[in-house]
């Protein structure tokens, strides 16, 4: 079975463009959530979506923006980006919301460098 | 604010050894403890997870080890392989009112020596 796939691998844009970033969720899975990974850091959580709606967005600034689409993959868009938008954004997906035993699985990620 | 404090930020074991990697957590809201694995051009992966009512879970040659009212848990990993070498983070949730939402630890970058 495929796992969390996330496009595109890499990615290198300049300050002041905007960029989306895809992933698609494993096959059942309804929740999605983005993480954002500065290197030499743990994730940091950016947005949460469930069944199309956000349930939940962590302290990152109105630049960041996500949708869920019906078939419950999911785009992450930053504009304006900073230099210090650069960073590993990672996807992962779980089955539903909030289960204690339900676990999140991580696509690979998306390297965005910033110039 | 940072509400997982890990350490330490790295760590080289002998093969065979234990590796020892410690977490703190201030929210007492949190009751769901996952480790990640993480290996280089990849996204993290659950290892091991715990909840706060139970003090040690064991799967394999990895242990959790909770302490609820230090509000402190470890990883432990027996017998140590090459092969384990590879960024560890901790993480806390409150699943039932934040949904699948993490706050993971800094990490820490395990290297185990042949």
């Known amino acids: 079975d495929a796992g969390v796939t996330q496009s595109p691998t890499h990615l290198i844009k300049t300050r002041g463009q905007q960029v989306t970033l895809r992933c698609s969720p494993i096959?059942?899975?309804?929740?999605v959530s983005w993480y954002q990974q500065v290197l030499g850091q743990g994730p940091q959580f950016i947005f949460q979506?469930?069944?199309?709606?956000?349930?939940g967005r962590g302290n990152f600034p109105d630049r960041f923006s996500a949708r869920q689409f019906p078939n419950y993959s999911s785009e992450l868009n930053v504009n304006a980006l900073l230099l210090g938008d650069s960073a590993l954004y990672l996807c992962?997906?779980?089955?539903?919301?909030?289960?204690?035993?339900?676990?999140?699985?991580f696509g690979p990620g998306t390297r965005l460098t910033v110039l | 604010q940072q509400q997982v404090k890990q350490s330490p930020q790295s760590l080289i074991v002998q093969k065979g050894g234990i590796s020892i990697i410690n977490c703190a957590y201030e929210?007492?809201?949190?009751?769901?403890f996952p480790w990640y694995q993480q290996f280089p051009g990849k996204g993290p992966a659950l290892l091991i997870a715990?909840?706060?009512?139970?003090s040690e879970k064991k799967e394999g040659r990895f242990t959790i080890s909770f302490n609820k009212s230090a509000k402190q848990f470890s990883l432990h990993i027996m017998d140590s392989q090459p092969g384990d070498s590879a960024t560890y983070f901790c993480?806390?949730?409150?699943?039932?009112?934040?949904?699948?939402?993490?706050?993971f630890g800094e990490g820490t970058q395990l290297t185990v020596n042949p």
């Open positions: 992962a997906s779980s089955f539903i919301l909030g289960a204690m035993t339900d676990t999140q699985y």
């Open positions: 979506y469930y069944e199309k709606e956000e349930r």
């Open positions: 096959s059942g899975h309804k929740s």
């Open positions: 993480a806390a949730a409150n699943p039932e009112t934040s949904g699948s939402r993490l706050t």
């Open positions: 715990i909840r706060p009512d139970v």
């Open positions: 929210n007492t809201a949190f009751d769901y």
